[in-house]
């Protein structure tokens, strides 16, 4: 059974805070169940992607992009597209905790990817 694919408009829209903003379609390596935001790598032999592991030795402890929405990959490997450049929102991007803030503050160094943290613009209340 090929994997299937759902997602949440509002969840994507939040995700990606600006650009510019770049996709690429992808292969997600069976037995995966991957939400919209979560951090991927490409395993090396392979070329297909699964949930970044710092900890993992197959090439996917690179953080390459984030998922664009959700996938189902239980039975079969599925197409997904991922997000390879664009401003992430950090509270929103699904980072396995493996991955310490000092790697991820150099990680996306050179790529076309920036983790940010949003700030909400108070407006001061007029008199």
Request: net charge negative; glycine share 12%; with cysteine.
């Amino acid at each position: 059974m090929a994997g299937s694919s759902t997602q949440s408009l509002g969840s994507v829209a939040a995700l990606i805070l600006g650009g510019p903003i770049i996709t690429e379609p992808a292969t997600l390596l069976s037995g995966q169940d991957l939400a919209a935001g979560t951090a991927v790598g490409r395993v090396t032999a392979s070329g297909k992607l699964r949930a970044a592991v710092q900890t993992a030795t197959d090439g996917s402890q690179t953080i390459i992009g984030f998922m664009t929405e959700a996938v189902h990959a239980d039975g079969a490997d599925a197409a997904c597209q991922i997000y390879k450049g664009g401003r992430i929102n950090k509270s929103l991007a699904v980072i396995d905790a493996s991955y310490s803030a000092v790697h991820l503050a150099s990680m996306f160094d050179g790529t076309p990817i920036t983790l940010e943290t949003p700030t909400q613009s108070r407006e001061q209340p007029t008199s």
